[in-house]
């Protein structure tokens, strides 16, 4: 490897130690020679096998509409078998959406594919997101390149972006860029609304008789793109640990102080998913999970009851202090705040729950709204309104009498912190099988399928590999009249093991202080290859 | 060992595996069996060696008359010699102030040297901080009750708290537990305020003809106690490290999205010294020193114009991104702010800049009162106001042409989750060798010291062990007309070697993109046994 400066942001590597040391921590250049195994059916001769045709998630005839070249292909899985023919290549990848920690290591495993199978191919890596196919901006993806951001986190290698394929035009952009590097392949590293992007240009590519085929990966933190052949979404793994280990922490401040309630949101977004997980890490007080408060047709004031009850047992104990993890989007499952949330004037009848909102919560949702007049959730500190809402409930029960203790809030938000951590093991590990996966999927000649990597709680050895198509996650909704693909978002299931093992567990949590700090994410030593809670409970062990 | 519940949340010890499986993480379990190497003059006999006598940091002839008993006396040097004789003692142990990681090696330091050099010794944990002594609140330590705590954060073994011992009767307390319980010794874990009042107790004893005797320990995240034999609090680099590793994953962020500004405050009260050995650690775009804002008077106008300075030449380079580091305390460096924050109305003077303030600022700057009528510093969100406040300018600049870039400010607070997690390897050896050194220092008779372990940058084997007098870290200050001993914060030299060092490569850091990801402490593996910067540059190693 040359020692030119490698590295987006001027690094130089030392030839004499392979080390990048003006740009890089020891921990980061220690990561870069983290081994990557792979699943055995990747190291040895391996051919694709189809699976039964496939319908869709909902609507299968709407779906077929939207995706006639691609509906009802089957799912493909690898097995040991006579290799496909070796041809050079030439694959597009594209990191689309926020970060997950494992993205770099997604377009390594493709790399490492291509060297290993398809000796000469061209690897392109579009920059920015989207927007960089439709403009054909990328760079020629190199050895030298890629590996500096081996095992590392973050999305810098290429950048990611917002944007979309969606109009025409963009379409029409997107062909012009693949006729342009001739390309047979692209990979859409993404979450489900990028994925279903990627099948609507798996399925335009195909109609117009492009040769350049389409492969999704399954990337976010928030845990809710997966099915029961995608167990998991890249990054959750490592962002769970990070913010774990600071639940951990402001645990024994808080059993140390005894004086305060921690209220900490947690990132996530629609789903409870990472704060299911942490929960399960960690062992708080309270878990505020949005599908149950959503099922449950929970308001405000419920929420907020159930808060205060637990409080105010506690205090009996004589404990003042706890620990309440609350998810981004829990606003959201509210029915009554859902309302309040929305387009348009309030209406009348929630003008009384609007004035029971402190007045900085108010400001948030009065002003904090996007272009599309949607009021941004991920602005309104929930974590302060409901200290807010419950120091006032706890003032009248001491009035009542019946609340004897002392209430202190302290809120967190831990969000950036998390989504750009280095890869936890699991995540460098099946990251790279991803990648090697989709390298696969579109040597063998199929589009629309996304990159599944099965069987995770078992040695990586053991991993299944394959391909699901992307047709069989889609629901269609209705948007303007009009029938749009949609892969639904795996919400937390409420008859699921993960959230099933937390309500067995969650009121012991509440009154006896079972707090677990895990420590710092471990890349060598203890805990350091295990897998998350949700996955394994997800997969039926024993946790 | 017994298998009885242990641990003060319930926590059984499985004989088995000697692990503490219902209540500790794998990696809590792991940290128990670290090992603590000692300083090896506490290996084997030693004797205690007096230096000359000594004086105060300022105002002696003030220091002699508050300390008549205790002024001038030597620091202590252990040296290879003949151990003193055996004799069983009474020791007393409390926790003061706020959590630091480390304050339970520092009770297994003392413990453990009770056990190995005065057999039959009893070592008493007071509950709850200085409380526990005046209400004779206490638990006897045992091997079993100390061990599970072994190289875990939080100070829930025997908790903490804030009470100070101020009064005569106060101090008649203290003296009926010293006698009650027999005590030849006590020793007080605590920051500059608790050390101060660990040295008067020490001559109140003395003057009373008591046989207690009184051990200070430095303790303090902010790293605001130390002088030269003293050359860092406990729980600094713990805490630094914890936030380093947050704020190198907000830049992995920031730079792969390109588009937002974080805007980072630190804990650390008075003192900048986290948010400077951060900015040394992760080498942030901008960060803000509260001293050195002091030292130039600067205005918040000013502060202001130098982010957004920085913003407009980093807009002219195509970065739209950086990450800013504030010290929590830096409001209160800021000369016209100290008016503005002080008791009583506000000069007519001030009244433009009160005005310039974000509307949530001046309800904080209104309302966050202590009983005192002090505004809560830690309680001012100032890395919102400056977000507002660069917003605002970076408007005005852009209307007059000289900023064309877009700017998204986004804010962290990095505070609690540093205080309490688990302790560096380094955090850990110091402060059991600290408990040690108080345990030697209470065998040999001292009394008014405050443990000191130097040579930090040598192996631990090379450490030296002592105690230095506490009336020669302390001036006076008039309060209420009459004059109080301090020992004085020490805050960053601007003239030190970590500010220098820090001035030598900011201007780089601002324009260029050096950011350094930490990532998690690490126990094991690279730089698990690295120390801080900020003390190896002040020890005068290269970094």
């Known amino acids: 490897m040359a020692a030119a400066a490698l590295l987006s942001n001027g690094g130089v590597k030392t030839p004499a130690t392979g080390r990048y040391a003006a740009v890089y921590s020891e921990v980061q250049n220690s990561r870069l020679d983290h081994p990557l195994p792979l699943p055995s059916v990747l190291k040895s001769p391996f051919k694709v096998v189809d699976g039964p045709p496939s319908s869709a998630a909902g609507n299968p005839d709407e779906i077929a509409k939207l995706f006639p070249s691609l509906f009802g292909q089957p799912s493909a899985t690898l097995v040991p078998g006579d290799s496909s023919s070796v041809q050079e290549l030439k694959i597009g990848v594209v990191l689309s959406g926020g970060q997950a920690p494992g993205g770099h290591n997604v377009i390594s495993g493709i790399y490492d594919y291509l060297q290993s199978h398809c000796k000469g191919s061209t690897l392109y890596g579009f920059r920015g997101g989207p927007a960089g196919i439709m403009k054909c901006k990328y760079v020629v993806l190199t050895s030298d390149y890629i590996y500096p951001y081996r095992n590392q986190g973050g999305f810098d290698m290429i950048c990611s972006g917002r944007d979309k394929i969606e109009t025409p035009e963009q379409f029409k952009q997107a062909e012009e860029t693949a006729i342009k590097l001739d390309l047979d392949g692209l990979v859409v590293i993404g979450g489900d609304d990028s994925n279903t992007n990627a099948c609507l240009?798996?399925?335009?590519?195909?109609?117009?008789?492009?040769?350049?085929?389409?492969?999704?990966?399954?990337?976010?933190?928030?845990?809710?793109?997966?099915?029961?052949?995608v167990p998991t979404s890249f990054g959750f793994d490592t962002a769970c640990k990070i913010y774990s280990e600071m639940i951990g922490n402001v645990m024994i401040d808080a059993r140390s102080t005894g004086k305060y309630y921690h209220f900490v949101r947690l990132m996530g977004r629609a789903a409870s998913?990472?704060?299911?997980?942490?929960?399960?890490?960690?062992?708080?007080?309270?878990?505020?999970?949005?599908?149950?408060v959503a099922a449950k047709k929970e308001t405000l004031k419920n929420v907020t009851d159930y808060i205060a009850d637990v409080i105010c047992k506690r205090a009996e104990l004589g404990y003042n202090y706890g620990v309440i993890l609350i998810?981004?989007?829990?606003?959201?499952?509210?029915?009554?705040?859902?309302?309040?949330?929305?387009?348009?004037?309030?209406?009348?009848?929630?003008?009384?729950?609007?004035?029971?909102?402190?007045?900085?919560?108010?400001?948030?949702?009065?002003?904090?709204?996007?272009?599309?007049?949607?009021?941004?959730?991920?602005?309104?500190?929930?974590?302060?309104?409901?200290?807010?809402?419950?120091?006032?409930?706890?003032?009248?029960?001491?009035?009542?009498?019946?609340?004897?203790?002392q209430f202190k809030g302290q809120s967190h938000f831990f969000g950036y912190e998390g989504r750009c951590g280095l890869p936890s093991n699991?995540?460098?590990?099946?990251?790279?099988?991803?990648?090697?996966?989709?390298?696969?999927?579109?040597?063998?000649?199929?589009?629309?399928?996304?990159?599944?990597?099965?069987?995770?709680?078992?040695?990586v050895a053991e991993w299944t590999v394959g391909g699901t198509a992307l047709t069989s996650l889609m629901d269609v909704e209705r948007r303007h009249g009009k029938f749009k693909p949609v892969i639904k978002k795996a919400m937390v299931e409420l008859e699921g093991a993960p959230f099933k093992k937390f309500v067995s567990m969650r009121e012991e949590w509440a009154l006896k202080n079972r707090y677990l700090n895990p420590g710092p994410i471990q890349f060598v030593g203890p805990e350091s290859n295990a897998v998350n809670h949700t996955l394994l409970l997800e997969l039926g062990a024993q946790v």
């Open 201 to 229: 240009l798996a399925e335009n590519f195909r109609s117009k008789n492009l040769k350049t085929r389409v492969i999704g990966c399954p990337k976010t933190i928030d845990g809710d793109l997966k099915c029961k052949e």
């Open 273 to 292: 998913h990472i704060t299911l997980e942490c929960a399960l890490q960690t062992h708080p007080n309270i878990t505020l999970i949005g599908e149950e």
């Open 327 to 405: 998810p981004e989007g829990l606003v959201d499952f509210i029915p009554e705040m859902k309302l309040v949330l929305g387009k348009g004037n309030l209406p009348p009848s929630l003008f009384i729950l609007f004035d029971l909102l402190p007045l900085a919560i108010q400001d948030q949702l009065l002003l904090e709204r996007d272009p599309h007049g949607n009021v941004q959730v991920a602005k309104i500190e929930t974590e302060k309104m409901l200290i807010q809402m419950v120091e006032t409930e706890l003032e009248v029960r001491k009035e009542g009498g019946s609340y004897k203790g």
């Open 426 to 459: 699991f995540d460098s590990t099946y990251c790279y099988a991803l990648g090697y996966a989709a390298g696969a999927l579109l040597q063998s000649g199929k589009t629309g399928l996304i990159s599944s990597v099965g069987n995770l709680a078992a040695p």
